[in-house]
């Protein structure tokens, strides 16, 4: 049974960072797009960055280039998301997923990813 479960959330003022986990387990694909998501409350689920596990391309959304950094450890079948820089616009659920890295479509678009976490909380003010 595939699994992920992310972690890391948290509430903190402007400019402070965040390190996000999200520990996969189960076989979910040959080879593997995993991406992390958020959802303000009114808003709809947006992409924020995504690696190929299998080569470690990485991508971002233009909000959060330079800011954000997505990185994964093989080892411990991990994909961390550092928050850096964070401004109240930040503040969302953020969703680990994953999908098949040959899904056709949008590393953006959350239709491509078959698996997803509970989500963990994200919280930016002062």
């Known amino acids: 049974q595939v699994q992920l479960v992310e972690s890391g959330g948290g509430s903190v003022q402007p400019g402070g960072s965040l390190r996000l986990s999200c520990v996969a387990s189960?076989?979910?694909?040959?080879?593997?797009?995993m991406g992390w998501f958020r959802q303000a409350p009114g808003k709809e689920r947006e992409g924020v960055a995504a690696v190929y596990t299998g080569g470690g391309t990485t991508l971002y959304a233009d909000s959060v280039k330079g800011r954000f950094t997505i990185s994964q450890d093989n080892i411990k079948n991990t994909v961390y998301l550092q928050l850096n820089s964070l401004t109240p616009e930040d503040t969302a659920m953020y969703y680990c997923?994953?999908?098949?890295?040959?899904?056709?479509?949008?590393?953006?678009?959350?239709?491509?990813?078959?698996?997803w976490g509970q989500g963990t909380q994200v919280t930016v003010s002062s």
């Open positions: 997923a994953a999908g098949s890295a040959y899904a056709l479509g949008s590393w953006g678009n959350a239709g491509t990813y078959g698996y």
């Open positions: 189960g076989y979910m694909y040959s080879r593997t797009r």
